[in-house]
């Protein structure tokens, strides 16, 4: 059975719990998200697979998950972007995002969600278990995307993309 990490609100460990159980009585627990950008700025998404227990279908940043107890936010980035998407490379992370949202199927993600982002621009040889599709994206016709077909995306992705766009507005990287 999968574990994750619960946490207070300081993001302090309190102990572990079935990632299922955790989902259910939406308690707080430890999670990341990355976001992989190529040299064009193009953001890599990933459609999640068919199959997920929650937020099947849907697209997303490049990758997130939990890390396993005992495990480092960044370890744990780092592994699920070569179990998922078949790729390694260096990882910084950004902002963490504290956030709740109903997921649907009576789940609820509570997190505190340590945001990561990389630079790739080799081949993406997916885990078809994990995803159905991938694509890079402007950060343009992300916005429109987003805009006119809101539900082709996940809750937290779209809790994550405006500080991701400040960030990167930042740093002078945004379109």
Known sequence: MDKVIIVNEKDEWMGTMGKME??????????????ILNDQKQILLQQRALNKYH???????TCCSHPHPGE??????????????????ALEP???LRYKSDVGNGL?????DHIYI????????F???EVNDYK??????????????????????HLAMPRFLQYLDDIHLAA
């Open 22 to 35: 955790a989902h259910e009585k939406g308690i707080l627990h430890r999670a990341f998200s990355v976001f």
């Open 55 to 61: 937020s099947a279908g849907l697209w997303s940043n």
């Open 72 to 89: 480092s936010t960044l370890a744990g980035a780092q592994r699920r972007l070569n179990e998922e998407l078949g790729f390694e490379c």
């Open 94 to 96: 950004i902002f963490i």
């Open 108 to 112: 609820v993600e509570n997190e505190v």
């Open 118 to 125: 990389g630079k790739y621009n080799g081949l993406v040889q």
């Open 127 to 129: 885990n078809a278990e």
């Open 136 to 157: 890079y994206v402007s950060i343009e016709e992300l916005k429109k995307w987003m805009e006119t077909s809101p539900d082709n995306f996940t809750a937290w992705f």
